[in-house]
């Protein structure tokens, strides 16, 4: 456990470490590392600290640090997997909360209802996805290839051709900042698009899905297909977050980008894609390294340019959060 700063940091972490006590007054089942650089938990590799990265271990850690962030007024973010997220080089100020250790999968009335299956924020789709599988339920076979989390997932409705989390989710729980639980049903997430209502202010916890017996063979075919097309049309083995912005109405951004001249194009170490060009990707081959602001700076390029060429201003699917 890494609660508390180390002793040599005069750093923003270990001002707001000592803000919350959790020298004096450490809270059980919580981890907690200040100044921790953002490119350790995303995917795209890039970002700068969070003051505070903190990861329980159960509920009642989550809550005793919910208390205090809240009574002491400190900024909290939520992070999942960082899969769709690009953080900005300044960091994150305040208290970063990730569930990865809150991560169970189950049936909570597997002799009545098998195909009811609780998730816990913290879980990875991977293991929600084997979870189903293995019991041979079918309706998230569109998670194949999707990295992430539950949580991150429903924030996003995360999806892909197969379908996407509105299809399965029967409600959701969060936290508001203050610890109470709130409980919301399909209809009042709000999911659309790869985008839901669920406020930015309350942290997902978990979700019940109602999945559906499915023969084994159909989901197998169904997972083995979405992942062959996915490897076949995207980017392997470069920091990435997937699809960076939104498909607009009956077109496809990708088609868009590579229309207006823009695969390969690059800024810094950041590059569209010459295999799909809604990707938009990190070359790590390249001095200076990669920063956040050369990502950004290449998406905003991406933007004018498409809407110059065609008119249509592409919407971002990425999360850009931080400080400059
Ligand atoms: C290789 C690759 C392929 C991808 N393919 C797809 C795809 O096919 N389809 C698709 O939809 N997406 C895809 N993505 C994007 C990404 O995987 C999804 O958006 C995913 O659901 C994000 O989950 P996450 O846990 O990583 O969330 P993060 O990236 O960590 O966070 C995303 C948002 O959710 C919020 N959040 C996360 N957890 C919580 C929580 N517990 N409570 C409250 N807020 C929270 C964050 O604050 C942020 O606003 C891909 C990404 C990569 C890297």
């Not at 599988?133 to 079918?138: D, K, P, Q, V, Y």
């Not at 989390?165 to 659309?192: A, W, Y």
């Not at 290449?298 to 008119?311: K, P, T, W």
Request: aromatic share 4%.
């Amino acid at each position: 456990m890494t609660q508390g700063p180390p002793a040599d940091s005069d750093g923003r972490g270990a001002r707001l470490a000592s803000l919350l006590k959790l020298s004096e007054e450490p809270i059980v089942g919580l981890s907690a590392t200040p100044d921790d650089p953002m490119r350790r938990h995303t995917t795209l590799r890039l970002g700068g600290p969070a003051d505070l990265w903190c990861v329980p271990d159960h509920a009642e850690a989550l809550a005793a640090l919910l208390s205090r962030t809240h009574s002491a007024k400190i900024p909290v973010t939520f992070v999942g997997g960082g899969t769709n997220l690009l953080v900005r080089d300044g960091g994150l100020r305040g208290v970063v909360i990730n569930l990865r250790r809150l991560n169970r999968v189950s049936q909570p009335r597997k002799d009545t209802e098998p195909e009811l299956v609780a998730v816990e924020a913290g879980a990875s789709t991977g293991r929600v996805l084997n979870y189903a599988i293995t019991r041979a339920l079918g309706g998230v076979e569109f998670l194949a290839g999707v990295p992430g989390t539950v949580g991150g997932g429903l924030i996003m409705n995360a999806g892909t051709y197969l379908g996407e989390f509105i299809d399965v989710v029967v409600e959701v729980e969060s936290l508001n900042l203050r610890g109470d639980l709130v409980r919301r049903s399909n209809t009042e997430c709000g999911f659309r698009y790869r985008d839901s209502a669920l406020p930015k202010d309350e942290l997902i916890t978990g979700a019940l899905l109602r999945l559906r017996p499915r023969p084994l063979e159909e989901i197998e075919r169904d997972v083995a297909k979405l992942r062959e097309h996915r490897r076949q049309r995207e980017p392997m083995g470069v920091p990435n977050n997937g699809s960076t912005f939104k498909n607009p109405e009956g077109d496809y951004a990708g088609r868009l980008i590579e229309a207006a001249g823009l695969k390969g194009h690059r800024r810094g170490g950041a590059v569209v894609s010459e295999k799909h060009a809604n990707w938009l990707v990190v070359d790590r081959e390249v001095a200076p390294p990669c920063s956040s602001r050369d990502l950004i700076g290449l998406i905003e390029h991406v933007e004018d340019a498409v809407e110059r060429a065609f008119g249509v201003r592409l919407l971002r699917e990425v999360k850009i959060i931080g400080e400059d």
